[in-house]
């Protein structure tokens, strides 16, 4: 993990935060994306969506235990269904082919349809904002689009990397189609009413939807814990309360979801990071550098989720 954060920490230089360009940045976050339709799905919608298949969860783990096996068969395929709307809705399989066009225009003569990449890259995040790192993938966006401008390859190419960082898009297909399978192969061993197979594949299904929401809840805690450490280290500290304490709270969050592995530096970063905000207003001298490192371990975790 230690080459980890030194990457996470070089990539935080590189980023170059400034608190006016924060405000504006932060301002951004929340309006839709240049292009955008007005009726594209809401983050919301995709949580209601999601939350619908967890209670079918739970309802599928019912019908097993009392080995009804037509009831399990049928919510699992309700259950199917519910995360073929969220992965429509979330527009991710568009997302997937616009961030491979975009890297396929380094190759082309001034970047040739890169622009128009970028563009409907940006437009496709908003569904997707629970999911994203958002100000650094805004970040990323202006660094490419400069890149295109100037027709600077290395700078388009880091800031390509930076982009995909900050959405891991294909982890978040990856997920989806984990959980799909899962559901395919309970439906099949509900044909032949194994049981012990349907709830095998159950626990396939409950552990890529966790992680669809651990993926939500690293993104989260990064996005606040990032701009809040950045609001302290500039002496800023009570404005970087709001942000703390999303962060705060999303990284709560993913320790609830979060495998057994993980659970040690996430315990370790959700310790620090809510010492921290409990004493905002009196901080200890070492707050910033603890609260830097609480962002290094979320970043790892974050970026090494397989």
């Given at each position: ?42 983050p919301s919608e995709l949580r209601k969506v999601l939350q ?56 082309e003569p001034d970047l040739r349809g890169a622009q128009e ?190």
């Amino acid at each position: 993990m230690t080459a980890s954060m030194s990457s996470n920490t070089e990539n935080r230089r590189w980023r170059a935060p400034l608190l006016k360009a924060l405000a504006a940045l932060l301002m951004f976050a929340g309006l839709p994306a240049a292009g955008e339709s007005s009726d594209a799905v809401k983050p919301s919608e995709l949580r209601k969506v999601l939350q619908k298949v967890e209670k079918r969860l739970l309802k599928i783990e019912d019908a097993l235990q009392d080995g009804d096996s037509g009831r399990a068969s049928t919510l699992l395929r309700l259950a199917d269904e519910d995360l073929v709307r969220f992965l429509d809705g979330s527009g991710l399989e568009s997302l997937l082919a616009m961030l491979a066009r975009a890297r396929q225009a380094v190759s082309e003569p001034d970047l040739r349809g890169a622009q128009e990449a970028l563009r409907a890259i940006r437009a496709g995040l908003n569904p997707l904002s629970d999911y994203v790192v958002r100000r650094d993938a805004e970040v990323a966006y202006l660094a490419a689009s400069r890149a295109v401008a100037t027709t600077d390859l290395d700078a388009y190419a880091e800031a390509l990397r930076q982009l995909d960082t900050a959405i891991l898009a294909p982890l978040l297909m990856g997920r989806i189609k984990e959980a799909r399978d899962a559901f395919a192969g309970g439906r099949a061993a509900m044909v032949g009413r194994n049981m012990e197979a349907g709830r095998s594949e159950l626990e396939a299904a409950r552990a890529a939807i966790e992680g669809l929401r651990l993926a939500a809840a690293l993104s989260q805690a990064v996005f606040g814990i990032e701009i809040a450490a950045e609001f302290i280290a500039e002496g800023h500290g009570m404005a970087a309360r709001d942000q703390l304490r999303g962060g705060a709270r999303a990284l709560r969050e993913a320790v609830t979801v979060a495998p057994q592995e993980l659970q040690a530096d996430l315990r370790q970063a959700d310790e620090d990071v809510w010492g921290i905000l409990d004493r905002l207003a009196k901080p200890l001298p070492e707050d910033p550098g603890t609260l830097i490192g609480a962002l290094e371990t979320v970043e790892a975790l974050r970026t090494g989720q397989r």
